[in-house]
């Protein structure tokens, strides 16, 4: 079993920042891709990006390439995701999730979710 818990969520201006924090379990964080995703009101829940098991490969959904930074720190058991310029379009609960394969941009591929933090950026 893996436990996922996310944090550093809130409310911010636009053009504001956050980083968003993942505490996962110690016997996977070294072999697990990790991936976060985002979820608005009414909408599907969406890829926003995904880091390989050894932080050596990332991967972005559109919106966020410039902006967004996924990142990871195996030893602290820790998945990252830095958010920078901020829009009210990224306003969503944010989700981690793992999985023991490869990064993968698809919510089905991932096995364990946290239990998401909200980001609200207002306009």
């Known amino acids: 079993q893996v436990q996922l818990v996310e944090s550093g969520g809130g409310l911010v201006q636009t053009g504001g920042s956050l980083r968003l924090s993942c505490a996962a379990s110690?016997?996977?964080?070294?072999?697990?891709?990790m991936g976060w995703f985002r979820q608005a009101p009414g909408k599907d829940r969406e890829f926003v990006a995904y880091i390989t098991s050894g932080g050596g490969m990332t991967s972005y959904t559109d919106s966020v390439k410039g902006r967004f930074t996924i990142s990871r720190d195996n030893a602290k058991n820790l998945a990252y995701l830095q958010m920078n310029s901020l829009k009210p379009e990224d306003t969503a609960i944010y989700y981690c999730?793992?999985?023991?394969?490869?990064?993968?941009?698809?919510?089905?591929?991932?096995?364990?979710w946290g239990q998401g933090t909200q980001v609200t950026v207002s306009s």
């Open positions: 110690r016997r996977t964080i070294g072999t697990f891709a």
């Open positions: 999730a793992a999985r023991d394969y490869y990064g993968s941009t698809s919510l089905r591929d991932y096995r364990y």
